[in-house]
């Protein structure tokens, strides 16, 4: 596997379920992003971890709940969500330096997750 | 409050035309200016970006044209190809150790033949 990879690509879950995305950066990078993306919204970053602390939390409801283990990896934990809650979920990494400058994020292709 | 504001949001234009997709920010913090292109099934990729130090950048048959004054930056498509048709982000970034991203709302283009 190269890149960023994302599991699992699509989720249907009802409003009482527990799940959880996944996603693995397979570059070396040590920043690693949650976005949720909604038809006609812009990418709403939610989450963001830097050498597997978390320094961004953009305000986002605690049903959901991430987690860094190390910097390959980071989930999304889910329970009790909410219909308004379906989108796309994005994760992506990119390589942090003291500059901050000419650092790419590379994308995952996302999963599609569908609250009932 | 939204701060890139991307326009058209959907866009159809014939194989060989110029599509041309605007965007405007409004926080003069922002140093770095991405575009994104985003193709079904995919995530996001880079295509091209550009700094505020300069008025044109320029990849093939895409350009960025950025007006610092004005707060607009624009992308150009030359020579518009079917396999061009996709949804495009502008996005701009603050300086900083790690990215923090504002994207637009996305423009889906259709190039047809």
């Known amino acids: 596997e190269t890149g960023v990879t994302q599991t699992p690509r699509h989720l249907v879950m009802g409003m009482t379920n527990k799940k959880s995305l996944k996603c693995e950066q397979h570059?070396?990078?040590?920043?690693m992003y949650w976005y949720k993306q909604s038809a006609k919204k812009p990418l709403e970053l939610m989450f963001v971890?830097?050498?597997?602390?978390?320094?961004e939390n953009n305000s986002v409801p605690s049903r959901f709940s991430p987690e860094c283990p190390n910097s390959s990896h980071l989930f999304l934990h889910l329970h009790t969500l909410q219909p308004e809650d379906s989108a796309l979920y994005l994760c992506?990494?990119?390589?942090?330096?003291?500059?901050?400058?000419?650092?790419?994020?590379?994308f995952g292709p996302g999963t599609r997750l569908t609250v009932l | 409050q939204q701060q890139v504001k991307q326009s058209p949001q959907s866009l159809i234009v014939q194989k060989g035309g110029i599509s041309i997709i605007n965007c405007a920010y409004e926080?003069?913090?922002?140093?770095?200016f991405p575009w994104y292109q985003q193709f079904p099934g995919k995530g996001p990729a880079l295509l091209i970006a550009?700094?505020?130090?300069?008025s044109e950048k320029k990849e093939g048959r895409f350009t960025i044209s950025f007006n610092k004054s004005a707060k607009q930056f624009s992308l150009h498509i030359m020579d518009s190809q079917p396999g061009d048709s996709a949804t495009y982000f502008c996005?701009?970034?603050?300086?900083?150790?790690?990215?923090?991203?504002?994207f637009g709302t996305g423009t889906k283009l259709q190039v047809i033949p």
């Open positions: 926080n003069t913090a922002f140093d770095y």
């Open positions: 996005a701009a970034r603050r300086n900083g150790g790690y990215q923090k991203v504002t």
């Open positions: 550009i700094r505020p130090d300069v």
């Open positions: 971890y830097s050498l597997e602390e978390r320094v």
């Open positions: 992506a990494s990119s390589q942090g330096s003291a500059s901050g400058r000419d650092n790419e994020q590379f």
């Open positions: 570059l070396g990078h040590n920043a």
